[in-house]
T-cell receptor, first 117, second 114 residues
Framework: GAVVSQHPSRVICKSGTSVKIECRSLDFQATTMFWYRQFPKKSLMLMATSNEGSKATYEQGVEKDKFLINHASLTLSTLTVTSAHPEDSSFYIC?????????????FGPGTRLTVT | AQSVTQLDSQVPVFEEAPVELRCNYSSSVSVYLFWYVQYPNQGLQLLLKYLSGSTLVKGINGFEAEFNKSQTSFHLRKPSVHISDTAEYFCAVIRGGGSYIPTFGRGTSLIVHP
């Protein structure tokens, strides 16, 4: 089946630094990738939708200058948390929609636990 | 707009007992429905999905769900749970003919006791 990987799985960084999270579709091409944020005991909050080769579409309330998303190829999207602060600590999950698929299923990555100290 | 309601935030159950996790949605158009499972510190894994056809859908790990259009529900069931089924379960809806971006319910924590 379709596999999505994320790297790193866990990251601890100091306040004020930037962190990059990678999301890769390993055995399929993904025209669209999604970035979610999940707080403890909460559901997934969609942050942005990224299409290969174009700018990401951010959900209301998500700062695009703080959460930089790049979807440079059909198998890779990156989320960079710039000038991270403790309130950015969260579980970040990406998902990918297969290019050749019907459009109605997403494949999720294993998530990245970000802790900002 | 569509919304998803998971009525129970937590469902405790004993091992080998049956379980039902409830999900209701609101949408005025056709929908695709999904159930995902999330184990601690992991991403989401697809359990099953309803796209069209038979309203009873069977998924992995012995789970099944029934699409009920009149009641706008898609409840998840398992006749006999195991300790290993302890996890968070999310119901999701995609509106047909739209942007194919899913709306997730808030999740139900299934806790299986020995």
């Amino acid at each position: 089946g379709a596999v999505v990987s994320q790297h790193p799985s866990r990251v601890i960084c100091k306040s004020g630094t930037s962190v990059k999270i990678e999301c890769r579709s390993l055995d399929f091409q993904a025209t669209t990738m999604f970035w979610y944020r999940q707080f403890p005991k909460k559901s997934l909050m969609l942050m942005a939708t990224s299409n290969e080769g174009s700018k990401a579409t951010y959900e209301q309330g998500v700062e695009k200058d703080k959460f930089l998303i790049n979807h440079a190829s059909l198998t890779l999207s990156t989320l960079t948390v710039t000038s991270a602060h403790p309130e950015d600590s969260s579980f970040y999950i990406c998902s990918a929609r297969e290019k050749s698929g019907s459009g109605n299923e997403q494949y999720f990555g294993p998530g990245t636990r970000l802790t900002v100290t | 707009a569509q919304s998803v309601t998971q009525l129970d935030s937590q469902v405790p159950v004993f091992e080998e007992a049956p379980v039902e996790l409830r999900c209701n949605y609101s949408s005025s158009v056709s929908v695709y429905l999904f159930w995902y499972v999330q184990y601690p510190n992991q991403g989401l894994q697809l359990l099953l999905k309803y796209l069209s056809g038979s309203t009873l859908v069977k998924g992995i790990n012995g789970f099944e769900a029934e699409f009920n259009k009149s009641q706008t529900s898609f409840h998840l069931r398992k006749p006999s749970v195991h300790i290993s089924d302890t996890a968070e379960y999310f119901c999701a809806v995609i509106r047909g003919g739209g942007s194919y971006i899913p709306t997730f319910g808030r999740g139900t924590s299934l806790i299986v006791h020995p």
